[in-house]
């Protein structure tokens, strides 16, 4: 059955850094996702994806995050600057259809960061 | 702002009886809801959903209520077992067009004894 994947597992990184979350979507997927999930919180919506640019972000999605599809099979999340409150979650997502009752996201495993 | 609240952060059932996890939402505007469990160190998993214009949605052993007027949802195990043991997400968004983002709540913790 195909699957979301992400790379790495976990990030462990300094205040300040920059990341790039690596995630590859399922192969025939147009839409994807970024959210993540702060220790004891709620998965939040960080942005959307389709068509080679972004579809929807959240106020969470500053300045500090980019989002890039570099080929046809990777989608990344990069923080350029990282903050303590980065640390989370990460979970990336994908959907054949971006409306409809058939939008259904299919998640990857999330990549912990650990920002130090 | 919690427009998807789940109130009981966890729930334990007997192996073989009824779980039932709850789930409120606030926005009017949602039109589309979702269920979602999710393992330790695993993405959430899609599980049921449900459209406005339902009622009811029936998979296996899996039911999913909804109230629109209450705005409220409710998911059914029936009968519990021991690998339903998961965190429980509700999610819901609306059916308009673009890729329409999710909106969470907290979770369920729900664990099945045996």
């Known amino acids: 059955e195909p699957e979301v994947t992400q790379t790495p597992s976990h990030q462990v990184t300094q205040m300040g850094q920059e990341v790039i979350l690596r995630c590859v979507p399922i192969s025939n997927h147009l839409y994807f996702y970024w959210y993540r999930q702060i220790l004891g919180q709620k998965v939040e919506f960080l942005v959307s994806?389709?068509?080679?640019?972004?579809?929807?972000k959240s106020e969470i999605f500053d300045d500090q995050f980019s989002v890039e599809r570099p080929d046809g099979s990777n989608f990344t999340l990069k923080i350029r600057s990282t903050k303590l409150e980065d640390s989370a979650m990460y979970f990336c997502?994908?959907?054949?259809?971006?409306?409809?009752?058939?939008?259904?996201?299919?998640f990857g495993p999330g990549t912990r960061l650990t920002v130090l | 702002d919690q427009q998807v609240k789940q109130n009981s952060p966890s729930l334990s059932v007997q192996e073989g009886r009824i779980s039932i996890l709850n789930c409120d939402y606030t926005n009017s505007m949602f039109d589309y809801f979702l269920w979602y469990k999710k393992y330790p160190a695993e993405g959430p998993t899609f599980l049921i959903s449900?459209?406005?214009?339902?009622d009811k949605n029936e998979d296996g052993r899996f039911t999913v209520f909804l109230n629109k007027s209450a705005k409220h949802l409710s998911l059914h195990i029936v009968p519990s077992q021991p690998g339903d043991s998961a965190v429980y997400f509700c999610?819901?968004?609306?059916?308009?067009?673009?890729?329409?983002?999710?909106?969470f709540g907290k979770g369920t913790r729900l664990s099945v004894i045996a």
């Open positions: 999610a819901a968004r609306y059916l308009d067009s673009g890729n329409t983002p999710l909106v």
């Open positions: 449900i459209s406005s214009i339902k």
């Open positions: 997502a994908s959907s054949e259809v971006g409306t409809g009752s058939d939008n259904e996201q299919f």
């Open positions: 994806f389709y068509n080679n640019e972004i579809s929807e």
